[in-house]
């Protein structure tokens, strides 16, 4: 597959998933976006792959929307949602195959969202989970309002969200956000090895386990996409985001006036 910003690769049983932008932290572009989905595609209709692994390239797992492809575009944050994101964080979700997560640095908005959407994480010690939205004078998206909560609560959720604070690999374990910790040298093997164990359970079993915690947890994941893309639709018009975006681009500090 002509792949340019991921890299794919099946054996053992292990579909691996790069996302490979590591000049731009593998912030999401178009491009990106739809090889992503590609790849999350040819994953479910390979047999060969029984378990699938999603990681980074460099030292950062996935810094989000790629913000410089926004500067001054006009289109809409809520259908860029509903075309690009959501049906990624569905396509992961109803992967019938397990999907584990190897975050190897930061995770970071959208970034956070798709570790998250995985089944089971392995983080580097040095990674960081950061619900960066606010910085920006937007709300979180791409599930992050689905599962959070779930895995943390509302309180521990609206606090991450909010203030928009780094938080620790060791951290996020003690919440329950990632299953376990290594150190950054040890994580290719660790996220593999984990993967390859899953990859010979019984891959059947393993989607119906799937199928059967989506339905018990599943009180509106799409009714939570499509409210996410609304507001945020309404978020990306106000001048705060604006300023967020230009002050990222320009690295400086933004000065949000709550307009």
């Known amino acids: 597959m002509g792949y340019e910003t991921i890299l794919y690769d099946v054996s053992e049983g292990v579909a691996t998933v790069t996302l490979n932008r590591p000049d731009s932290l593998n912030s999401v572009n178009e491009q990106l976006g739809r090889e992503l989905l590609d790849a999350l595609r040819s994953a479910e209709k390979d047999a060969a792959a029984r378990a699938l692994v999603l990681t980074g390239a460099g030292r950062a797992f996935c810094a989000g929307q790629d913000l410089r492809e926004r500067q001054g575009s006009t289109v809409s944050l809520g259908e860029s949602l509903r075309t690009r994101y959501n049906p990624i964080i569905l ?3 109803r992967l019938e195959k397990p999907i584990v997560g190897g975050v190897n640095g930061v995770a970071a908005g ?3 969202s798709l570790a998250l959407a995985c089944d089971m994480i392995v983080a580097s010690e040095k990674a960081q989970f950061i619900e960066v939205f606010m ?4 709300v979180p998206d791409s599930g992050s309002s689905y599962f959070l909560p779930r895995l943390v609560g509302y309180t521990k959720a609206f606090e991450l969200m909010s203030l928009a ?3 620790a690999a060791t951290d996020a374990q003690s919440l329950g956000i990632v299953n376990r910790v290594v150190p950054g040298e040890e ?5 593999r090895e984990l993967a390859l164990r899953l990859a010979q359970s019984p891959t059947r079993s393993l989607g119906l386990l799937k199928r059967e915690l989506n339905r018990a947890l599943e009180a509106g994941l799409e009714e939570a996409l499509e409210y996410e893309a609304h507001m945020q639709e309404l978020a990306g018009r106000t001048e705060d985001h604006k300023e967020g975006v230009a002050a990222f681009v320009e690295k400086r500090q933004a000065q949000f006036r709550g307009a």
């Open 110 to 112: 959208a970034g956070m």
């Open 91 to 93: 396509r992961m979700r």
């Open 135 to 138: 910085r920006v004078g937007l």
């Open 187 to 191: 994580l290719q093997t660790a996220t």
């Open 165 to 167: 604070e780094p938080l």
